[in-house]
Every structure is written in structure tokens, then in C-alpha cells.
């Protein structure tokens, strides 16, 4: 990918950033780290990787995303507005009283949302169905499956991950957004994941790790089509949980949390707005 | 029924090439006709009922007609949270098989008894719960509920059970309603499932003293509540009988009903306590220390009357 394209999905990324702290200062709250942390996966998948049609959300070819951490979905909604999947009055509707946008993904909401997810470690298990389909049918879409690194702790998506291998779902794509902390507390201080890698390897996935904020690098790796290996493949992409505003930055506080007049305008400037 | 089952599955897979049959590593030799014929439609997808659940939904999400089996603990109680979001929450069309309704697996104990499973997915919106009787209510019911636009738990008894309605009684049922098969004055019997063989035992021994009417019902969710009202209105007494808790199951439906009508009518609900069962035995064992075969079952509805009496 050259550089004009990447300066593209940067400033794509801003704009999203900026979405999203304008609706989260309007509301009563959101997940603004985790939907910061995920941002750049999400634009890299939707603007670059992914054959999807806004103005045709059910298009049969298209590839599909299931973002499992559901709470972060201010950064799914803001790109599906953004690309044109609806207009603003669906996101400036986010959580008020009879809104058309929930706190959490619910399908048949919005065009463009592919599953009703928010609790944690349904999204693996549903993309395996999907892509299952997909090859019962012999179709060529990719399935993304965006998870947290958090959400690993449920057993659910180690079954998960055994079953995509079992079936060499290689149409399968999960993105963990690996920003190392929970809602209390560093993932590693929790229950740990690690050696995410070699555990991810001896399920039987073909894994890749990259910034998770650097487009060059996720669109590489997210667009390798390992066609030729029968595996699943498994992206741990390394991010920060609320990447771009220096007071958010890997603390977890800003899980969910409403924005002061002051910490809103602080967080405006350093995002370029 | 579960051979009945495997038969209409066969049936059903020949014509609509969206039935994909999952399976939690249950039911030896059961399913070797299924994935012989459909070897790219069978899954046994291993012990991880939740991912089951998960991949079903996504199989119905893109066109499929996933038909899920295993037994019922596993599949409605460990697996129910992805029941409540991915199925129920999403409205998808997917059938959940269960096996071993009730006491069925005896001898295996509690861990695979299923005696809470009707409250449970009675309470899901969406859901729609099917209760056959026999073996040919199997095929019946397997086949109302792949034709359902949402999800459906169907509960299956373990194996070797008899086939119990008649001609006539399968002749006048339609899908959804109650079906009376037998009418009566003093006592309504209404139950679900294969503790109808008892129940209508314990209606033929009371039969010298009262007249019995009884229903049987084979959809508890959506159920059919005006014909049961109607029904309900010219008698003394109502028995519900079931192979369940009396909590959640049928004895709770129907008291649902009479409490939001105004119908004046004493109401014996027949269900398994709210204990766990401690006992060790054969089904017939364990339905006589929970005094629900025939004879229990007769006794106490005529102890009810005559203690009514005086």
C-alpha cells in the first residue's frame, strides 16, 4: 500500500475519532477507550480489506464483520455513517430515548450490523457458522470476527477457536484488539492470555501480530488471503486503549465513561479537530 | 423417538438442502444413516455446547436450517445464554433437539435429568416450545418446527417409548392446539409429552368413579390458552400432569391462565417437587417415588376430592 493511501486511512481514522468523542460528550456515556483501541482495525477492514456495498448491506458476496466486543460499537456505527450505510440521524440518536442506536450492536437496528453481540464470547462461534455456510456453499466471502483481548478469558471462544480449526474454516478471520486491559485492570493481572501466540499457533491458527495502529501493517496482514493453508488465521493486533488522547491512554477509567466540558475540548485538540 | 426423529430428519434432508444437523457428541449409531447419506451436512461439532449454539446461529444467519441435538442439561442450560442472545435475541430459525425429557436418562442421575428445561425456554421471547408424546408426535412436531420462522425446542423422551395416540386423536389434531382425547365433566386431565401413558392409566382407573376428560398438549409455547379456557370452564377439577418441575412447566401455564381469568376452578398440579432427586432406579422407580405413576397419580386426585368432601 503506498503512502497516499495510508495518509487516507489516517485521516479516515481521525474523523472517526472525532465521531465518536462528539457523540460520547452528547450522551451519557460510552466505551470511548475500547472504541479508540479498535478504531484503526475497523477502518483498515471497512476502507481497505473487506468487499462490502453501503448502499447494498445484504449484497450476497459481500464480506462480513461481526464485531464481538459489541460494547465498542460507537467505532462500527461511526463507520458504517461514515461510508454511508445510514445518515447521521441514527448515531445522533445513540442511547437517547427512542433512539435508533443502542450501547450494544443489536442486528436488523441498522443497515450494516451484522449480529446482535455486546456479551462477550458469542462472536467467534457465530463467525464459524457463517463461514461454515460459506463453504457448505462453496462461496468465497471472508468472515472478520473483531474481539478484545479481555473477551479471550471466555471459555466460549476456546471452543471456538478448536472448532474454525477442526473445520479449516480458512475463510475466518478473527482481529483481536489486543490493548492488554480489562474493565478494572490489566488483562495479565486478571487472567492472563499469554503466550497468546504460541497459543493461538497450537490451536491450530495461522497467526500474524502487528501495531494495531498502523494501517501499513494492518492492511497487509489482514488482506494475505492464506488461501493456499487450509487454517483459520488469527491477527493479534497490539493497541492502546484510548489511543490519540493522552489522558485516556491505558487507563481504566475511560472504559466507560462521560466526558467533562474540559476533558472534551483537551480531547479535540490532540485528535486535530 | 429418537429413531422416530432420525427417520423425518432422513426425510426432511432429502428435500430442503438447508438442513445441516449439528451434534454434541451424542447419540451412538443414532445419526450413522444421516451422515452417510449427508456427509457436508453433518457436524458433530464435540463436548462445547455454547459454540454449537453459536455456530447454528450463524448457519441460520446465511440461509441454513440448523437442527441442533445433544442432551438437554448441556443444551439448553449450559448453552443458554447463546440460546437467549444469538437464537432468541436475533429471532433465528433454528431447532433445538433434546434429548432425555425428564427423568428419561434415570438412572444417570440429576446431572442428566432434565426437569427445568420448559421454565427455561418458556421464558425466552421467540422461543417456541414443542412437547410430543410419542413417536409419531415426534415426526409431527420436527416437522411444524422446521417450517417455524424462529427458534424451537423440541423435547424428545431417551428411546423406546410407545406410540400412544390413536388414529382418531392424531386425525383431529392441528399443529399448535390442545388436543382433547377424551371429554369429561368432573376432572380435566391436561399433560405433555410421554407422562401421557400414565395419565391416561390414571384416568381409566378413576374412570369407575368420575368422568375424566384429558388434553394433551404438544405446544407449550405458544399454547393454545383460549381452547384451554373454554375447557376449563366446565369442570370441577383440573389435574395437570408432567414429567418437570411444578415450577414453569405446564401446571404453571395453565395456572397462569385460570389466575388472569375468572374462572372459578380448583387447580391439583402433578410435577416433580422442587427437590433433587436423591433416588436411584429405573424411570418407573423414580416416577413412583415422586408418586406420578397411574396409581399414585389416581390416588391422589381421588384423595384430593373426598378430602374435599368432608
New interface residues.
Partial sequence: MNSTNIGKLEKISLEIRLKILDIVYKTPGGHIGGSYSVTDILVALYYNTMKHDPKNADWIDRDYLILSKGHCCLALYSILEASGYFDETFLQSYCHDGGLLGGHP??GDAPGI???T??L??G???????????K??EKSNRIFVVMGDGEMNE??VW??L??AS??KLNNLTIVIDNNKLESLDLTNNILSIEPLEDRLTSFGWDVRRVDGHNHDELCKSLSSYASTTDKPIAVIADTIKGKGVSFMENVPMWHHRKLKPEEYQIAFQELGG | MRNAFNDVLIDIARKDESLVLLVGDIGFRVFDDFRDEFPDRFYNVGIAEANMIGVAAGLAMTGMKPVVYTIIPFLVMRAFEQIRVDLCIQDLPAILVGVGGGLSYDTLGPTHHAIEDLAIMRSLPNMQVLTPCDPQEVVMTFREGFSHKGPTFLRLGKGGEENLLTKNTIKDRVPGKINTIKTGRDILFICCGPILKETQEAVDILSSDYDCGLINIHSLKPLDTQSLADNFRNVNLIVTVEEHSIIGGVGSAVAEIIAQSTINVQLLMIGIPDIVTKQIGKRDYLLKGHNMDSKSIAKRVHSLIVNRRN
Fill in positions: 443489536k442486528k451484522e449480529a446482535t455486546g456479551s464470547g458469542h467467534l462461534s457465530i463467525g464459524c457458522g457463517i463461514a461454515l455456510a460459506h457448505i456453499k471459555g466460549s471452543e471456538g478448536m472448532f477442526q473445520q
